[in-house]
């Protein structure tokens, strides 16, 4: 178990168990999840933004005919400079 102690103006020290166990470094934001059960968590808010990325590409590469990495270089430099 690891303890923290809330100041006078709201701040916490993240223990050092918890920043390694999260991979939380200096200047990382930290996200707090309200469950339904009145539980909260606190998560690295740039991991979880990662995970959701990818989530939301899982499948796409499949669905584009599992296109070659030449072609996606392609499609960036067509939406970047207007030629592909």
């Not at 223990?15 to 059960?37: M, S, T």
């Not at 690295?44 to 990662?50: Q, T």
């Not at 030449?70 to 430099?77: M, T």
């Amino acid at each position: 178990m690891n303890l923290a102690r809330v100041s006078a103006n709201g701040q916490i020290t993240v223990p050092v168990e918890i920043r390694r166990a999260l991979k939380l470094k200096e200047g990382d934001k930290v996200l707090f999840l309200r469950h339904d059960d009145g539980q909260i968590t606190i998560g690295n808010a740039s991991a979880l933004a990662i995970r959701k990325a990818q989530a939301a590409f899982d499948g796409a590469a499949e669905k584009l005919g599992n296109p070659t990495e030449e072609d996606i270089q392609s499609w960036v430099d067509e939406v970047r400079y207007g030629k592909g």
